[in-house]
């Protein structure tokens, strides 16, 4: 059973930090890339960070740039996500998500999420 479980979440005034973790069974996690998304009240679900397999390569959106940090542990099956400097507009449910995929197949797999709150 595939299993992606956030945690980490929770209410912190502006200028705060926090780290959100997401812990991975049921899947071959070191072979998947993964992501943290969030999703605003009333928005789209955006991509926030990307991380590769082997945690070569990150990408992040440019609105948490040089704030947040995606980082990986494939031993312990468990990707991170540092948030510093947040901000009131990063409030959101924070979402894990892997995937995997060529040009004719694809696999993917959503955590449940988890609430950051930032807020004076």
């Known amino acids: 059973q595939v299993q992606l479980v956030e945690s980490g979440g929770g209410f912190v005034q502006p200028g705060g930090s926090l780290r959100l973790s997401c812990a991975a069974s049921?899947?071959?996690?070191?072979?998947?890339?993964m992501s943290w998304y969030r999703q605003a009240p009333g928005k789209e679900r955006e991509l926030v960070a990307t991380?590769?397999?082997?945690?070569?390569?990150?990408n992040y959106a440019d609105s948490v740039r040089g704030r947040f940090a995606i980082s990986r542990d494939n031993a312990k099956n468990t990707v991170y996500l540092e948030m510093k400097n947040l901000k009131p507009e990063d409030t959101a449910v924070y979402y894990c998500?892997?995937?995997?995929?060529?040009?004719?197949?694809?696999?993917?797999?959503w955590g449940q999420g988890t609430q950051v709150t930032v807020s004076s």
């Open positions: 991380i590769t397999s082997a945690g070569v390569s990150t």
């Open positions: 049921g899947f071959t996690f070191s072979a998947y890339s």
């Open positions: 998500h892997a995937a995997r995929g060529s040009s004719i197949w694809y696999r993917d797999y």
